[in-house]
């Protein structure tokens, strides 16, 4: 079955970049997301790429995508307080639906100041 | 636009009774998707429906079954609720199966 990976804590100072890293298994996933969870909170869609896209830009969120390996990563340039939450990467299955989701752990980001 | 609606946002039940929770999706999404999110499991994939018809489910039990109306809205119900069926149900919605998720903030369900 697909599992997907992520490390489970990353600690960063307010104003460093953050990366976030992710592997999957399905080499036929068709997107592959980011989503952002606060406490008490539902997910937020911060991002997705296309597997047949390398890199995505969208403001301060900067997504890199390694077919090869099945690598994917979030970078976040300039985390601020307000980037603390849970980050969940998440593969689509080939089922022809895009709709089910394999997430991963979670990787709660902490920033400091 | 109004974003994925979940009522209630908190409900308390005991072991053996039955639950039903509410899903309004965004206006104009016609896909909606359950997950599960629990310490010990994560995020798990518990069903799809579009256009009134379920067309995936996950590794779930009978227990757990959903529907979707004529104007997309859905509902999930579980019976027989059981100590580890505690967890925060998540709804999503999207356009069409094959788009984006947009997720609810949840119900979060306590099963004593």
């Known amino acids: 079955g697909e599992d997907v990976e992520q490390s489970l804590f990353l600690s960063v100072r307010e104003g460093d970049s953050s990366v976030i890293n992710c592997t999957y298994t399905?080499?036929?996933?068709?997107?592959l997301y980011w989503y952002k969870q606060e406490p008490g909170a539902g997910l937020q869609l911060l991002t997705y790429?296309?597997?047949?896209?390398d890199m995505k830009q969208d403001q301060r969120l900067t997504v890199l995508l390694n077919k090869k390996d099945k690598h994917l990563s979030l970078r976040i340039a300039d985390t601020q307080t307000g980037d603390s939450a849970i980050y969940f990467c998440?593969?689509?299955?080939?089922?022809?639906?895009?709709?089910?989701?394999?997430f991963g752990t979670g990787t709660r980001l902490q920033v400091t100041l | 636009k109004a974003g994925v609606t979940q009522t209630p946002r908190y409900l308390i039940k005991t072991r053996g009774q039955q639950v039903t929770l509410s899903c309004s999706p965004i206006?104009?999404?016609?896909?909606v998707s359950w997950y599960q999110q629990t310490p010990g499991q994560g995020l798990q994939f518990l069903f799809e429906?579009?256009?009134?018809?379920?067309?995936n489910k996950g590794n779930f039990p009978g227990r757990f079954s959903g529907r979707q109306f004529s104007n997309s809205r859905s509902e999930m119900n579980v019976s027989t609720l059981e100590l580890g069926d505690s967890a925060l149900y998540l709804c999503?919605?999207?356009?069409?199966?094959?788009?984006?998720?947009?997720f609810g903030n949840g119900t979060r369900l306590t099963v004593t």
């Open positions: 399905d080499s036929s996933s068709t997107y």
């Open positions: 790429i296309f597997s047949n896209m």
């Open positions: 998440a593969e689509t299955e080939n089922t022809g639906t895009a709709s089910k989701l394999t």
């Open positions: 429906y579009f256009s009134e018809t379920q067309r």
């Open positions: 999503a919605s999207s356009t069409d199966p094959n788009s984006p998720l947009h």
């Open positions: 206006s104009g999404h016609r896909s």
